[in-house]
């Protein structure tokens, strides 16, 4: 089904604006998972935002046989980047108890840029329930994580200034992905600041 990313940790992965996530299982071990996210640009830089749409296809991991302890991975490319991920699901409801539906999950991925890690709560509404924060900071906790480090993540979606070509569909024009990868305010601003050479010394 449909999960909303309430809350993350790592701001160059986790923290887009309007983030759901949709399960569609492919076989008993796979499952294809359906992203839609918007880029927010800067104020200073002009504002508004990029949305995008994409699909991930996830491999769940036997557990029985299974070193790594992960639940799930997945590679692919992203931003021209190609990458590979392993999930692990630290913690979940399935809403009995009083305790309102979430997913906790950490990740540990790596491009030709190096590795990266974060993790990210999952809940079915855009923000997370207060009655579930207990059970979410208790699986943080025994995961290593404090989600006091989280920040919760905009899912009001406000209308206007959207940034992408309505001729080409959400985020799949050319001149869209340039501007939203290296334009000024784009993914790799956010990702590795200073990249232009900007901040060199002369």
Same mark, same amino acid.
């Given at each position: 089904?449909?999960?909303?990313?309430?809350?993350?940790?790592?701001?160059?992965?986790?923290?887009?604006?309007?983030?759901?996530?949709?399960?569609?299982? /492919? $076989?008993?071990?796979?499952?294809?998972?359906?992203?839609?996210?918007?880029?927010? +640009?800067?104020?200073? $830089?002009?504002? %508004?935002?990029?949305?995008?749409?994409?699909?991930?296809?996830?491999?769940?991991?036997?557990?029985?046989?299974?070193?790594?302890? +992960?639940?799930?991975?997945?590679? %692919?490319?992203?931003?021209?980047?190609?990458?590979?991920?392993?999930?692990?699901?630290?913690?979940?409801?399935? %809403?009995?108890?009083?305790?309102?539906?979430?997913?906790?999950?950490?990740?540990?991925?790596?491009?030709?840029?190096?590795?990266?890690?974060?993790?990210?709560?999952?809940?079915?509404?855009? /923000?997370?329930?207060?009655?579930?924060?207990?059970?979410? +900071?208790?699986?943080?906790?025994?995961?290593?994580?404090?989600?006091?480090?989280?920040? +919760?993540?905009?899912? /009001?979606?406000?209308? %206007?200034? $959207?940034?992408?070509?309505?001729?080409?569909?959400?985020?799949?024009?050319?001149?869209?992905?340039?501007?939203?990868?290296v334009g000024e305010g784009g993914i790799i601003d956010w990702i590795s600041p200073g990249w232009r050479g900007e901040y060199k010394q002369r």
């Open positions: 089904g449909t999960w909303y990313k309430t809350d993350g940790l790592n701001p160059n992965y986790d923290l887009f604006d309007c983030q759901t996530n949709t399960f569609a299982a /492919t $076989s008993d071990k796979a499952l294809d998972m359906g992203i839609f996210l918007r880029v927010r +640009r800067p104020e200073e $830089s002009g504002g %508004g935002y990029w949305e995008n749409e994409l699909v991930e296809h996830m491999v769940v991991d036997d557990k029985t046989d299974n070193p790594t302890g +992960r639940t799930m991975h997945t590679e %692919g490319k992203m931003y021209g980047l190609t990458f590979s991920e392993n999930w692990y699901i630290l913690g979940e409801s399935d %809403g009995s108890g009083g305790v309102p539906p979430f997913k906790l999950v950490a990740y540990k991925g790596h491009t030709l840029q190096g590795n990266y890690e974060g993790a990210f709560v999952y809940a079915k509404e855009p /923000t997370l329930p207060e009655a579930a924060k207990p059970a979410v +900071r208790e699986a943080a906790a025994k995961g290593g994580l404090n989600f006091d480090d989280f920040l +919760r993540i905009d899912n /009001t979606c406000p209308a %206007g200034n $959207s940034l992408n070509d309505a001729s080409a569909g959400t985020g799949t024009a050319t001149t869209d992905w340039v501007d939203l990868v």
